[in-house]
């Protein structure tokens, strides 16, 4: 451990890997604070810069922007009652009453810590579980690996907010997108209509900033400008909490970070299931469940700590198994795979210093992130009052340049322009995109998978019942479908019995 602590150090502490790391959170916390952006435009207009550099500091970019955006997002969601960032928006029930009663310092404050606290013990989980999990997995094999990734479709549409059979529907959009291309088997065009720049599939970047990027901007279009806010407002000695608020912060963010991290290193969950499950925690076990959503601490140091510990547990699933947990996690995982790096069991053995130097880097992000949201409160503050009209115009053409220098083909534009319009039909219909990032990336290795699974059995895909993983992995997938089924009319049903009782 100590050897592979060194070699992160000289991975994460070179000039390199500081610079990038530095701009990764700046930037992640620049998007978190700005409502209406959001995590997955950014990571797509910024993933064209990341393929002219390595592959280790493109992740630590990359990954900075993604933890950073977890910090900065409770800032809008506090002051402003508009998250900035999804996984944020439950910190706005609490948040912005704690503002309305002139604690914003005290707020932000207490966010600030419990995101440190829950991604310095989920960083912690991440270094010790990550390499047990990669032995386990050395025992895979293309059964394991189709009904894992089964599972984890399955999860993220299951789990995901909103209707089940929307997200499902995004999900196998995002599986047919993936067919397009060369069969690797036979060699056969399919879906390519006979365009050269079809043959090696839809191009990640194009969709992911068409899906993400031309949405926002689409949008965001007729927007008023932002509400009039005084940074002079927020001082640093507004910010000192009070001894009761430390006191009652410890256990929400120590049980918000159990449950972020557990949820954050199952597949298709999320960090915003876990700052929701979080919340809902903190409510049922206190004693007076009444003073949430009107100021309470515990509403946000507990969801900012899981949100924050599910960020970095996330990546244990994606850098050992090769199976993402989300739609961002997807994008990491395409960014890999560009680069020529397979994530799976073998990375951590393979390649030390790219697993090494990420979980380091993780480390230095996180206190940077601290001085970067306590200190420079006032900077982020100012941010929030950039005119839209001015924000936006400059999105698009960062999105067009960003498209354009990967294979500097007019095609990619068309793509481009092609899934903006399908991106912003999809959210017009409750559509989420996500999903579709999700089976975009993880279809091709599915199908892969599949392949050697009905070689290894001779076409007998009932065989796979007999290896114990894949039959649980199997018999956790129909449970989760059981269950999202099932469940809500299970609830429906039990407030009605508990009505019929309490009726005189």
């Given amino acids: 451990m100590m050897d592979n602590i060194a070699l992160g150090l000289s991975v994460a502490f070179s000039f390199e890997g500081l610079l990038y790391c530095t701009l990764g959170v700046v930037l992640g916390t620049f998007v978190g604070v700005l409502p209406g952006l959001g995590v997955m435009a950014t990571l797509a207009i910024l993933m064209p810069i990341t393929f002219h550099l390595p592959t280790v500091h493109a992740l630590i970019m990359l990954s900075g922007i993604y933890y950073g955006a977890a910090y900065g997002g409770s800032t809008a969601s506090i002051l402003l009652n508009l998250p900035g960032t999804a996984n944020t928006a439950i910190t706005c029930l609490d948040g912005y009453p704690m503002a309305q009663q002139g604690r914003a310092g005290v707020a932000l404050m207490m966010t600030a810590v419990a995101s440190f606290v829950g991604s310095l013990l989920g960083l912690l989980i991440l270094a010790t579980s990550a390499p047990l999990l990669a032995k386990i997995a050395l025992n895979f094999g293309s059964p394991e690996y189709f009904t894992l990734m089964l599972l984890g479709l399955f999860a993220a549409g299951m789990l995901a907010q909103g209707s089940h059979v929307r997200s499902i529907s995004s999900i196998f959009l995002g599986l047919l997108l993936g067919i397009v291309g060369t069969d690797i088997s036979s060699g056969v065009q399919r879906f390519t209509f006979g365009q050269p720049e079809l043959y090696t599939g839809l191009p990640l970047v194009a969709i992911s900033l068409g899906l993400f990027g031309l949405p926002e901007v689409i949008s965001n ?83 900012e700590a899981a949100n924050n510990a599910a960020t970095q547990t996330a990546f244990i699933p994606t850098l050992t198994l090769g199976v993402p947990g989300d739609a961002i996690m997807a994008m990491m995982l395409g960014v890999m795979l560009i680069h020529g790096v397979t994530p799976g069991p073998r990375l951590i053995t393979e390649q030390p210093d790219l697993f090494w130097g990420l979980v380091v880097s993780f480390l230095i992000g996180n206190i940077l992130l601290v001085i970067l949201n306590i200190p420079l409160i006032g900077v982020w503050v100012r941010l929030l009052r950039i005119p839209y009209h001015m924000l936006f115009p400059a999105i698009l053409v960062f999105i067009c340049l960003g498209v354009y220098s990967v294979n500097y083909a007019v095609a990619d534009l068309v793509l481009v322009m092609f899934f903006g319009v399908l991106g912003y039909a999809m959210t017009l219909l409750r559509l989420e995109p996500a999903p579709l990032i999700l089976g ?65």
């Fill in 221 to 303: 279009a007729g927007r008023s400008d932002n509400r009039p806010l005084e940074a002079s407002a927020i001082t640093l000695r507004s910010m000192l909490p009070a001894k009761e608020d430390v006191r009652r912060s410890i256990a929400p963010m120590l049980r918000g970070t159990g449950i972020g991290a557990f949820f954050g290193a199952l597949p298709g969950t999320g960090s915003l299931i876990a700052a929701f499950a979080s919340y809902v925690v903190e409510k049922k076990s206190h004693r007076t469940p009444e003073i949430f959503g009107k100021g309470a601490i515990e509403g946000i140091t507990g969801p």
């Fill in 440 to 504: 975009l990336v993880l279809g091709p290795m599915l199908e892969d998978n599949l392949r050697r699974t009905l070689m290894i059995f001779r076409g007998d895909l009932w065989a796979i019942a007999d290896r114990p993983l894949s039959l649980l992995f199997l018999a956790s997938t129909l449970a989760i479908i059981i269950g999202s089924i099932l469940g809500p009319r299970f609830r429906t049903l039990l407030r009605a019995r508990q009505g019929m009782k309490q009726a005189p």
